[in-house]
């Protein structure tokens, strides 16, 4: 029976690391991960019960410069997701130096007074001296809570951060059920795992500037088939010719990539249809960036 709630907030520069290590400690894919920055857009809610406690984890888009109204939103959500939580998870790369993201994300932890875990991420890619130098850096750079390097990929220390977590957790009501993992509806998730596709299968910005939105999600009575239809929005008319690809080769690429995660995800055949539309820079476009699922 859960009797103690923890709210953790999960924070860092893009590419560090943190939905992977999301999905790791739920033990599912909920959030997409790539190589590409800026990969999470909106905060995710994740959902990890331990014993008596419920760990709520809040995936968080990665600290970044804006440069577009997207880009502000995404950073307006790091920022607030710091506030109003038990404890922030930062993590960093095993690099023994404070950067810029990480130094104005400790500043703003200290502003809030916030208790902070130091998670040093990718430690199976260096030396064990190294994690020594960068737990040296930011130990003069701020007071943390503890320090937990581990590799989220692997798995690695991954169980001593959730312990950590659990250190935080407060007397309280059950926040989420039992078999619930993330607060995220269905469609959503099916419209994150086809920007996943886009990321891995486009090069250079255009996957940046994609939006996905699914305008149809219905199971069939009949048999245990589900109908979906995905519309995904680009910037300019030749973006959208090269995410078609020749004779549509590239779009049925990332259909079939989609649908496979889609089937493993909702355990039933997915009968997945996709169209590509031109919104000439909607990432600065407050209406269709509301339209799009990015606002308060």
Known sequence: MITKTAMISIVGRPNVG?????NTLVGDKIAIVSNKPQTTRNRIFAVVNRGDTQIVLLDTPGFHKARTKLGDYMVKVVNESVADVDAVALIVEPVPEVGKQESMLIKRIGELGVPAILVINKIDTVKKETVLSVIAAYAAAYEFAAVVPISALAGDGV???LGEFVRFAQEGP???PDDMITDQPEKQIMAEI??????????REIPHGTAVVITKFSEREDADIIDIDATIYCEKASHKGMIIGKNGAMLKKIGQLAREDMERFMGAKVYLQTWVKVKENWRDSDSLLRNFGYSE
């Open 194 to 203: 086809i920007r996943e596709k886009l990321l891995l299968c486009m090069d």
């Open 18 to 22: 943190k939905s992977t290590l999301t």
């Open 159 to 161: 169980d001593e951060l």
């Open 174 to 176: 059950q926040l989420f």
